[in-house]
């Protein structure tokens, strides 16, 4: 290899934790914008040099293993499809339940009371 471009790759490397440890700090906005503009232009120069744009080397990530989720059984299934409403139909269920409620309370007569029901005429009293 060029040992004009190992020292820019080096020189590029080294800018790029510079610009990494402000980023860390808190560091930006236009107190970035040199550190920023400085590794570009040695990019740049990277790039010219080598005849190959500058690819920063990447760590090798540490691969986790997945564990497979247990199913549930089938009978939890159709317990969960019995417990209630899905998400989506709630809110359809709540204003059905209201317009039940306003039907009931608007209709007068009746009566109802806390319980939802009526006597019929004559033995309420």
Request: charged content about 35%; aromatic content about 4%.
């Amino acid at each position: 290899a060029d040992p004009a471009v190992e020292a820019l790759r080096a020189r590029v490397a080294a800018q790029g934790d510079a610009v990494r440890a402000l980023k860390a700090r808190g560091v930006g906005g236009l107190d970035l914008k040199p550190a920023v503009d400085e590794l570009l232009r040695l990019k740049a120069l990277f790039a010219e040099a080598s005849g190959t744009p500058y690819d920063a080397p990447r760590k090798p990530r540490k691969k986790t293993k997945k564990r497979p989720r247990p199913e549930p059984a089938p009978e939890a299934k159709q317990e969960a499809a019995r417990e209630g409403p899905s998400k989506k139909e709630a809110p359809e269920r709540e204003a059905e339940n209201e317009t039940e409620k306003e039907r009931k309370g608007a209709g007068g007569g009746g009566g109802g009371g806390a319980w939802g029901f009526s006597l019929p005429l004559g033995l309420g009293g």
